[in-house]
């Protein structure tokens, strides 16, 4: 069962195969620090570092299937542009890489297909496959507007960091010049789906056309016993000449572990042994140093808050009888124990996200983090493996 990863990340994916004993023949990850943890753990696979965009990146890909078919392509495109916190741009180049996705399937005819995305794909328009001359003028004008909106958007900020006065001519002009660009991009709305359509629709008919029977599903990672809820969707493409169906995996576990499943796995049950063992770089039970003026602050903050208000899911304060909420990197602000007063470390936050403790990261502890924030929980990947080799 031989697959080619790309946008492979640190391998939490391609771990879940693995572990169902798929051979991952290929792997291709962008950033050679990330590259560093993929290559450490899966010693036999091919791991090529560079910009998948570019022809000679792809070649050498095409080159490792030269003499073995490729069965599976698994992979998430970044979903920087489909995130749901922040600015969502269909526009974003980073959202424009599922169509390399799309040619790896259209060139390697794999059997089956896994790609996944975050939740905010589900509610993203994009830009049409193909406009007329009238449509992609509405588009360049709404987003012209969009981007207007944004600089706006940025000049009122630093206002307020310069603490000018209500009153004062650059910020009654700002805030005059930004709700116009808000009417205007609400006159505009009847005017979208000339343009726009769903992103899902696009990515399941563009698969389709390429003879695959495509589903999408959301599946949250702790209905297979991931302690943490993280919702992911997961598009699945079988190819048209196999006739077996693809069922998406039944869930083993649910919230209160009734009619007959399990109870979610929660936070305590999954690190607690943890909480009191000295700082071990070995397995990356690194402990962060907090000023005197921090931990004053985690001991105020009750479980289930955020130490700073102003954003709510860093430096947030986990139930311990709860699967956690989406571990997310946010630079550094990562969770807070429930128990002790600091935050989590790499090895905690990667048993949330169900990697082995014989799973080694490389790098500084601030990549670790972003290794952690940006992969697929194991657990999830292993349920969805499990399906995939039924068919194959």
Not at 15 to 23: K, M, P, Q, S, T
Not at 107 to 124: D, Q, R
Not at 202 to 213: A, F, P, S, V
Not at 239 to 250: A, C, L
């Amino acid at each position: 069962m031989n697959c080619f990863e790309l946008f492979a990340g640190c391998g939490g994916l391609g771990y879940g195969f693995h572990n169902e004993g798929f051979n991952i023949v290929a792997a291709n990850e962008l950033c050679e620090k990330i590259a560093s943890t993929y290559k450490y753990n899966f010693p036999n696979t091919n791991v090529i570092v560079g910009d998948i965009t570019q022809k000679d990146i792809k070649q050498q890909v095409y080159k490792k299937f030269e003499n073995i078919d490729c069965d599976v392509i698994l992979g998430g495109p970044p979903c920087v542009a489909y995130s749901m916190s922040g600015h969502r741009n269909s526009r974003d180049p980073r959202g424009q890489l599922f169509k390399d996705y799309v040619e790896f399937v259209k060139n390697l005819k794999p059997k089956v297909f896994v790609m996944e995305n975050v939740k905010g794909i589900l509610t993203i328009l994009h830009d049409k496959a193909q406009l007329n001359n009238e449509e992609k003028k509405l588009a360049d004008q709404y987003y012209a507007l969009e981007e207007e909106k944004l600089k706006l958007g940025a000049i009122k900020k630093q206002l307020s960091v310069q603490k000018k006065k209500p009153t004062s001519i650059p910020v009654v002009r700002n805030k005059r010049l930004l709700k116009e660009v808000k009417d205007k991009i609400k006159k505009m709305k009847k005017d979208i789906p000339k343009f726009r359509m769903n992103v899902t629709d696009i990515i399941i008919n563009t698969l389709k056309d390429l003879g695959y029977n495509v589903q999408m599903k959301l599946l949250n990672s702790a209905n297979y016993g991931v302690p943490q809820k993280r919702e992911r969707v997961i598009f699945i493409g079988v190819r048209n000449d196999i006739t077996k169906k693809f069922e998406y995996p039944i869930p083993t576990h649910n919230k209160d572990g009734t009619d007959g499943k399990l109870k979610w796995v929660s936070v305590k049950e999954a690190i607690d042994d943890l909480k009191d063992i000295d700082e071990n770089e070995g397995i990356q039970q690194i402990y962060t140093k907090h000023s005197d003026k921090f931990i004053e602050k985690i001991k105020n903050t009750a479980i289930g808050s955020a130490v700073t208000k102003r954003y709510s899911e860093a430096f947030y304060r986990c139930y311990p009888d709860r699967p956690s909420n989406t571990v997310k990197e946010n630079h550094g602000g990562v969770f807070v124990h429930y128990e002790k007063n600091r935050v989590m470390t790499p090895r905690e936050l990667a048993r949330l996200q169900s990697f082995p403790d014989n799973f080694i990261f490389q790098g500084t502890k601030s990549s670790i983090l972003i290794q952690l924030g940006n992969a697929v929980p194991c657990g999830l990947a292993s349920a969805i493996a499990k399906q995939v080799k039924k068919i194959i």
